[in-house]
């Protein structure tokens, strides 16, 4: 399958504004991404490597800050906005739990969606000050 179901991003709170050929636009850019259990999948403090965002497929994950439980991550949930959106190290560790799979899509792959589509650019900063506020 080349790319993630267009129905995983729409249910991700920052897609939550895009129209349907936007969300399909960064979905064909998002890879198939298996974890098993125990893989740090993202570590707090770390770059925003290959894949910066992810929604996940299958499995369950562990979030973890400064050491602490912060929650569980299961089927349709997401993580990584803020890396992707930020190019900033990573807020906290994510850890699979189960085989993890997801959907990832790394900055290399988002950033030229955003840099030739200004109103999808507007729109995704309009959403991420919504979730941060």
Excluded at 99 to 125: G, H, M, T, Y
């Amino acid at each position: 399958m080349t790319g993630a179901p267009v129905e995983a991003l729409a249910r991700v709170p920052l897609f939550a504004d895009l129209d349907p050929k936007e969300l399909e636009s960064i979905a064909a850019q998002m890879k198939d991404r298996t974890f098993q259990p125990g893989d740090a999948v993202t570590e707090e403090g770390g770059g925003a490597t290959f894949g910066a965002f992810f929604v996940i497929e299958e499995g369950d994950a562990l979030v973890t800050v400064a050491g602490e439980e912060r929650r569980q991550l299961h089927a349709g949930d997401h993580f990584g906005e803020v890396a992707l959106l930020a190019e900033t190290e990573r807020t906290a560790t994510v850890i699979a739990l189960t085989e993890l799979r997801c959907w990832a899509l790394s900055a290399w792959n988002f950033r030229p969606i955003v840099d030739e589509n200004p109103e999808l650019a507007r729109k995704l900063q309009q959403a991420m000050a919504r979730l941060i506020s």
